[in-house]
């Protein structure tokens, strides 16, 4: 009897401690941050909101993370802060230029994300595994934002630039 409520005992303080709700399960109890990823792959239809609205859409910057336990957040925001900051050169290009410019914009700083995904020790996002087709086709489902929608009353912080983007022309 003394073994039944001292292990009941237990279990209750244990819950307690990791501040377990038993009736309901609720999101984000790690106080994780919010970085909506992947972004969507630029097409005809979302174009012009990339181009207009770029302001008006998240930024990452250090102070928005916690210094510990989110590394692979931080990853996905650098890759957004990359890619927000490609979008903007592409979007100063000719008219017809634009849209093969984003595009191979979204795709180099995923493949750049993969790259600094399967170089931590811990498990590498779920499109990184794949190759070629499939890697985009992963990374374009299940979008948070596909119309690149701005947030209302939101404007971008100045982000510093973090690396070279190279437009192929020739691949259009």
């Known amino acids: 009897m003394i073994w039944i409520s001292g292990l009941s005992g237990f279990f209750f303080a244990l819950l307690t401690l990791h501040g377990a709700d038993v009736g309901e399960t609720k999101r ?61 050169l592409c979007c100063n290009r000719q008219q017809e230029q634009i849209l093969c410019c984003t595009q191979q914009a979204w795709k180099q700083v995923l493949s750049q994300f993969c790259i600094e995904e399967s170089s931590t020790m811990t498990s590498a996002y779920v499109c990184c595994a794949d190759r070629g087709e499939a890697r985009w086709t992963c990374f374009n489902s299940e979008l948070p934002n596909p119309n690149y929608d701005p947030i209302p009353g939101y404007t971008a912080p100045p982000v510093p630039e973090v690396s070279t983007f190279t437009f192929d022309a020739n691949a259009c």
């Open 28 to 88: 984000n109890s790690l106080k994780e941050p919010d970085v909506p990823f992947p972004p969507a792959c630029p097409t005809a239809e979302n174009l012009a909101a990339i181009c207009h609205h770029g302001q008006g859409r998240p930024r990452y910057l250090s102070s928005f993370f916690p210094n510990s336990r989110v590394s692979h957040f931080r990853r996905r925001g650098d890759a957004i802060n990359r890619m927000e900051s490609w979008y903007s």
